[in-house]
């Protein structure tokens, strides 16, 4: 029954489809096919050698929050939104990085293999946490002149090169954080 299942699956069947081939209901399906699914999904693989990262901020979407849409109808909401909804996607309020904006760290190493976390904060603590499970101890960190990535690669034990994009160094032999930018 199992081979048939996993044939059905490389098939691309229904949860239907499959617990009548197979015999079984259709709960039982598609309890099996979470559990295949879970079964071959695999750990990101580490980031090796040269390890680009940088952050990016992104304006905060409220798109599809129930809260805001619960205060427009005006039922109780446990949260209510803290502004308006802006209409395709808006601007900020505020110049430069405000409360308005969402971190996000994006690592990339020379192979392809990526990593994006959305970060609490920009701090050191919040960079090891994300960068220390996927990161391979002997890969160089290249990042830009932030102030919190020397003490994360100092924590986590690996190499670390900065590149001073406000003064115009975009690339240093091999190193550049082109990639993730």
Same mark, same amino acid.
């Given at each position: 029954?199992?081979? &048939?299942?996993?044939?059905c699956?490389?098939?691309?069947?229904? $949860?239907?489809?499959? +617990?009548? =081939?197979? !015999?079984?209901? %259709? @709960?039982?399906?598609?309890?099996?096919?979470?559990?295949?699914?879970?079964?071959?999904?695999?750990?990101?693989?580490?980031?090796?050698?040269?390890?680009?990262?940088?952050?990016?901020?992104?304006?905060?979407?409220?798109?599809?929050?129930?809260?805001?849409?619960?205060?427009?109808?005006?039922?109780?909401?446990?949260?209510?939104?803290?502004?308006?909804?802006?209409?395709?996607?808006?601007?900020? &309020?505020k110049?430069?990085?405000?409360?308005?904006?969402?971190? $996000?760290?994006?690592? +990339?190493? =020379?192979? !392809?293999?990526? %990593? @994006?976390a959305?970060?609490?904060?920009?701090?050191?603590?919040?960079?090891?946490?994300?960068?220390?499970?996927?990161m391979?101890?002997?890969?160089?960190?290249?990042?830009?002149?932030?102030?919190?990535?020397?003490?994360?690669?100092?924590?986590?034990?690996?190499?670390?090169?900065?590149?001073?994009?406000?003064?115009?160094?975009?690339?240093?032999?091999?190193?550049?954080?082109?990639?993730?930018?």
């Amino acid at each position: 029954v199992w081979l &048939t299942f996993g044939e059905c699956l490389a098939n691309g069947d229904t $949860v239907k489809a499959s +617990a009548q =081939r197979c !015999g079984i209901a %259709v @709960s039982t399906a598609f309890r099996w096919r979470h559990r295949f699914l879970a079964a071959i999904s695999t750990a990101p693989e580490k980031l090796r050698g040269i390890v680009e990262a940088d952050e990016t901020f992104v304006l905060e979407s409220r798109k599809g929050d129930r809260a805001c849409s619960r205060a427009r109808e005006g039922k109780p909401s446990a949260e209510l939104p803290k502004r308006k909804a802006r209409k395709r996607g808006g601007k900020a &309020t505020k110049r430069g990085l405000s409360v308005e904006q969402v971190p $996000v760290l994006v690592a +990339a190493d =020379r192979s !392809g293999a990526t %990593v @994006s976390a959305v970060l609490p904060a920009v701090n050191a603590g919040t960079l090891r946490a994300v960068l220390e499970p996927v990161m391979d101890k002997d890969a160089l960190l290249v990042t830009d002149g932030a102030t919190c990535y020397p003490p994360c690669a100092a924590a986590m034990g690996v190499s670390h090169e900065a590149l001073n994009q406000s003064s115009g160094e975009r690339v240093r032999g091999e190193l550049h954080i082109q990639t993730v930018n």
